[in-house]
């Protein structure tokens, strides 16, 4: 996702979240609703960033 902040363009990376349903049911505002369980992919750990201008690894 190509993303704009200060006139400055960089690319947002979006960690993929999977989502598993459970055998639970919940209740919310007096609906039941199935719940799930989420997981979400990790980032690389050697990420290079750019932060006002000074570079730095994540």
């Known amino acids: 996702m190509k993303l704009s902040?200060?006139?400055q363009s960089y690319e947002a990376s979006m960690p993929a979240v999977e989502a598993a349903e459970t055998s639970e049911t919940?209740?919310?505002l007096g609906k039941p609703y199935a719940r799930k369980q989420f997981t979400v992919a990790l980032?690389?750990?050697n990420?290079?960033?750019t932060y006002r201008g000074v570079?730095?690894?994540r």
């Open 47 to 49: 990420e290079e960033l």
């Open 43 to 45: 980032r690389q750990p």
């Open 26 to 28: 919940a209740t919310f």
């Open 55 to 57: 570079r730095y690894h």
């Open 5 to 7: 902040f200060l006139g």
